[in-house]
């Protein structure tokens, strides 16, 4: 049946108070048109603009993400610990990007980590950027990435590889000037098929909620957090906070380990952000104990080991 775009642009576009949440169902067949690019620039846009003022109920999200799994590839995990999906899409804009050495710590660990992004920089400095100066290859296929998280236990892979239909989406942002719901969704991407833990982070408070009842009702583990400007990495001056979300509970963490005066890199740039985590994964300079108390987290996690809070850290180097 073809969609009447008008009638749920309709719907959904009346505003924050009189907008509609649309069934389960009828936003999973808009989500797939919209991946598929079937739906007009024009429509396009109204949608994920009634989406930015309204934002998504529980049903439109669980249909968002049916569509979405159907619309991206399917990756094996490996056998051991669960592989850790880290979602980069914030990138740093005052404080470096933390996200590669927190990835490259769980790899030491032994833990599987997956870390996917932007196609697009939008004048931030991202985890793709970082990785590149630290020599780490961006996979191009399910078989480089299968490859590199056997090998490594570290891949990193551009959504457009991930959900082709996603970047699309992703990339209206430079003419619409800000995000959208493919934002939100390409945060709790899964192409383990509830396989792996996903840490989702979240820039604005108000995002909690709603990404919790997804999480929650999804009955896939997660971390769920305010990372440090939307990365999924902690914040390394401030006190580290986290829900972790398995079986369908959600379990309360939260540390007081951290200074205000935590040696960080001269520069938010990729190159030297890389040079210090490169340094700090010698023991050369100290990583910031909030980082250390997320690493020991989600490792324990990911092994099935639920965390709890006065559980002891990871040690800082080795």
Not at 144 to 167: M, Q
Not at 180 to 201: E, W, Y
Not at 224 to 239: D, F, I, N, T
């Amino acid at each position: 049946m073809a969609l009447n775009i008008s009638a749920l642009i309709k719907e959904v576009g009346r505003g924050s108070h009189g907008a509609r949440a649309l069934p389960a169902d009828d936003a999973r067949e808009l989500f797939a048109a919209m991946l598929a690019g079937e739906v007009p620039d024009l429509e396009l846009g109204a949608l994920l603009i009634a989406y930015r003022i309204k934002g998504e109920s529980l049903d439109e999200l669980r249909g968002f993400m049916e569509a979405l799994s159907s619309h991206s590839i399917r990756l094996t995990a490996p056998p051991g610990p669960l592989p850790v999906l880290l979602p980069s899409y914030n990138g740093a804009r005052k404080l470096p990007n933390l996200t590669p050495l927190l990835a490259l710590l769980l790899a030491r660990e032994g833990v599987p980590v997956f870390v996917h992004g932007p196609s697009q920089t939008h004048g931030r400095i991202t985890s793709a950027s970082v990785f590149a100066e630290l020599g780490i290859p961006v996979c191009e296929g399910v078989d480089s990435i299968s490859k590199a998280l056997s090998s490594d236990r570290l891949a990193y892979a551009p959504v457009s590889v991930l959900a082709p239909g996603l970047n699309r989406l992703l990339e209206t942002r430079a003419r619409l000037g800000v995000r959208s719901s493919s934002h939100t969704l390409a945060k709790l991407l899964d192409p383990f098929s509830g396989n792996a833990l996903r840490v989702v982070s979240v820039t604005h408070p108000d995002y909690l909620k709603r990404m919790r009842e997804y999480l929650l009702a999804a009955e896939t583990p997660a971390l769920l957090m305010r990372g440090s400007e939307g990365e999924p990495v902690a914040g390394p001056r401030r006190a580290l906070s986290m829900e972790c979300l398995h079986d369908g509970a959600s379990i309360a963490l939260a540390s007081v380990e951290f200074s205000s005066e935590a040696e960080l890199p001269e520069s938010i740039e990729a190159a030297p952000t890389a040079r210090w985590i490169q340094r700090a994964l010698c023991a050369q300079v100290p990583i910031p104990q909030p980082l250390i108390r997320q690493c020991a987290w989600i490792a324990s996690a990911a092994r099935r080991r639920w965390p709890v809070p006065d559980m002891p850290p990871m040690a800082a180097a080795g």
